[in-house]
């Protein structure tokens, strides 16, 4: 079944400090990816997201993922996070015809100012 | 303008009442959803719908129903609501699913059962 795993469920980080969260996927063919940001009390909205091209792509407020395609992997990065990066972050996949995304379990980051 | 805007915000009912979320996206979309986020943010698909039509049900209960009378509205009626209910449901939309599109979230709305 197709799934997305995203390895840290909380991540604390002082401000300044560089930020790598992991995903990976699980599909065999061409998917498009996705990170999303939820900030406290609100919804979730995207970041920033993969569906061709140059694989190193880059979104909202300095974060940028690049795809492996060998790795399965879609890792979001930072180099410098701010204490309002402080949120709960999410990657998702899709696929033509899917129906529906699918999404991590989500990584707590918490940003110490 | 909201882009997909979801009533009411806040819902705090008894067990075993029924309830309904109403939603509404006014950005052409041609599929819907309401996704579950419950209490360790984990956040689960419930049902998605293109055009009106039902095309995803996650095994959700029959309690839970889904209506869309347009494909810019889907609400969503809980029957006999139980604990377990409580959660914050998301609205959302996207151009088209079958094409996997960004998806476009609600503010949610905070279900608590008492």
Known sequence: AQSVSQHNHHVILSEAASLELGCNYSYGGTVNLFWYVQYPGQHLQLLLKYFSGDPLVKGIKGFEAEFIKSKFSFNLRKPSVQWSDTAEYFCAMTYTNAGKSTFGDGTTLTVKP | ?114
């Open chain 2, 1 to 114: 303008d909201t882009a997909v805007s979801q009533t009411p915000k806040y819902l705090v009912t008894q067990m075993g009442n029924d309830k309904s979320i109403k939603c509404e996206q006014n950005l052409g979309h041609d599929t819907m959803y309401w996704y579950k986020q419950d209490s360790k943010k984990f956040l689960k698909i419930m049902f998605s719908y293109n055009n009106k039509e039902l095309i995803i049900n996650e095994t959700v209960p029959n309690r839970f129903s889904p209506k869309s009378p347009d494909k810019a509205h889907l609400n969503l009626h809980i029957n006999s609501l139980e604990l377990g209910d409580s959660a914050v449901y998301f609205c959302a939309s996207s151009q088209s699913v079958y094409s996997g599109n960004t998806i476009y979230f609600g503010e949610g709305s905070w279900l608590t059962v008492v």
